[in-house]
């Protein structure tokens, strides 16, 4: 498999489930990102993790919980959602280190209905 | 404040017609500044990014932008529009001084509709 690959694909949950979406990149970057997409809302940047560490958490509420064992792998839990959770949560990679100009490469998303 | 603003939350044009969809952002540096496309149901995609290499940028699938400093502007053009040009455009800027994880912001977004 070549770029970034996000599973599950879609998802419906209830308000008290706990579910995990997955990302997984083979393209060798040093960081990578989890975005909410929502209608008529614009792109929200959720966490960011750079070489392992988490970088930036833009007061996401707590219900999402990210994980970054190593890399390659993204998982962004949750817990106890709401509806207005409902989304595509897209995952991104990229190589944020020296001259290189740092484009996101971005998975096919994870289309998320909270019911 | 850094910011980034696409004029026109949708664009309709004729296949065959000019594609223009516009991009400003606010910054007293030079950015580094790109164009991704969203299809259905699907991820973003990269079109084309500036880097300061050339002010003129072509990308794929017939796309190019044109960086022009003084109007801090980045407006997609394509030539001559084909219905499978119809999707949702972003437009997106990193600014400098963000060393490590790249620091991002994307614009609203243009929905482009193509008319047969």
């Known amino acids: 498999e070549t770029g970034v690959t996000q599973t599950p694909r879609h998802l419906v949950m209830g308000m008290t489930n706990k579910k995990s979406l997955k990302c997984e990149q083979h393209?060798?970057?040093?960081?990578m990102y989890w975005y909410k997409q929502s209608a008529k809302k614009p792109l929200e940047l959720m966490f960011v993790?750079?070489?392992?560490?988490?970088?930036e958490n833009n007061s996401v509420p707590s219900r999402f919980s990210p994980e970054c064992p190593n890399s390659s792998h993204l998982f962004l839990h949750l817990h106890t959602l709401q509806p207005e959770d409902s989304a595509l949560y897209l995952c991104?990679?990229?190589?944020?280190?020296?001259?290189?100009?740092?484009?996101?490469?971005f998975g096919e998303g994870s289309r998320l209905t909270v019911l | 404040a850094q910011s980034v603003t696409q004029l026109g939350s949708h664009v309709s044009v004729s296949e065959g017609a000019l594609v223009l969809l516009r991009c400003n952002y606010s910054?007293?540096?030079?950015?580094?500044l790109f164009w991704y496309v969203q299809y259905p149901n699907q991820g973003l995609q990269l079109l084309l990014k500036?880097?300061?290499?050339?002010?003129l940028v072509k990308g794929i699938n017939g796309f190019e932008a044109e960086f022009k400093k003084s109007e801090t502007s980045f407006h997609l053009t394509k030539p001559s529009a084909h219905m499978s040009d119809a999707a949702e455009y972003f437009c997106?800027?990193?600014?400098?001084?963000?060393?490590?994880?790249?620091?991002?912001?994307f614009g609203s977004g243009t929905r482009l509709s193509i008319r047969p």
């Open positions: 991104a990679s990229s190589q944020a280190r020296g001259l290189n100009t740092g484009e996101l490469f």
């Open positions: 393209l060798g970057h040093n960081a």
């Open positions: 993790y750079s070489l392992e560490e988490r970088v």
């Open positions: 910054s007293s540096v030079p950015p580094y």
């Open positions: 500036y880097t300061s290499a050339a002010t």
């Open positions: 997106a800027v990193r600014f400098s001084g963000y060393s490590s994880a790249s620091k991002i912001i």
